[in-house]
Nanobody
Framework: QVQLVESGGGLVQAGGSLRLSCAASGRTFSNTAMGWFRQAPGKEREFVAAMSWSGRITSYLDSVKGRFTMSRDNAKNTVYLQINSLKPEDTAVYYC???????????????WGQGTQVTVSS
């Protein structure tokens, strides 16, 4: 089992920045791909970013490329999502997830955090 706890969400104005964190505990963090998804009210859960354990493989949603940066510190069992130039359409609950490989569909990830709310005001 892997437990994931997100933090760092909040209310920000458009153009602002946030840094989301996801702390993992439980089984070993090694060889675990990590991802971020988001879900806005009334919408399906949407892939945002993912990274392999080594960090050599990354994937981003096209609309966040250049604004969102995912990183990980395996020594701390923590992944981060730096979000810059926030837009109102980025408003959503952001979920951290863990799985065996980098993927863009939710069903390929076995473990999920409880989510952290990001709200962007215009």
């Amino acid at each position: 089992q892997v437990q994931l706890v997100e933090s760092g969400g909040g209310l920000v104005q458009a153009g602002g920045s946030l840094r989301l964190s996801c702390a993992a505990s439980g089984r070993t963090f090694s060889n675990t791909a990590m991802g971020w998804f988001r879900q806005a009210p009334g919408k399906e859960r949407e892939f945002v970013a993912a990274m392999s354990w080594s960090g050599r493989i990354t994937s981003y949603l096209d609309s966040v490329k250049g604004r969102f940066t995912m990183s990980r510190d395996n020594a701390k069992n923590t992944v981060y999502l730096q979000i810059n130039s926030l837009k109102p359409e980025d408003t959503a609950v952001y979920y951290c997830t863990a799985g065996t490989h980098v993927a863009v569909t939710p069903h390929e990830y076995a473990y999920w955090g409880q989510g952290t709310q990001v709200t962007v005001s215009s």
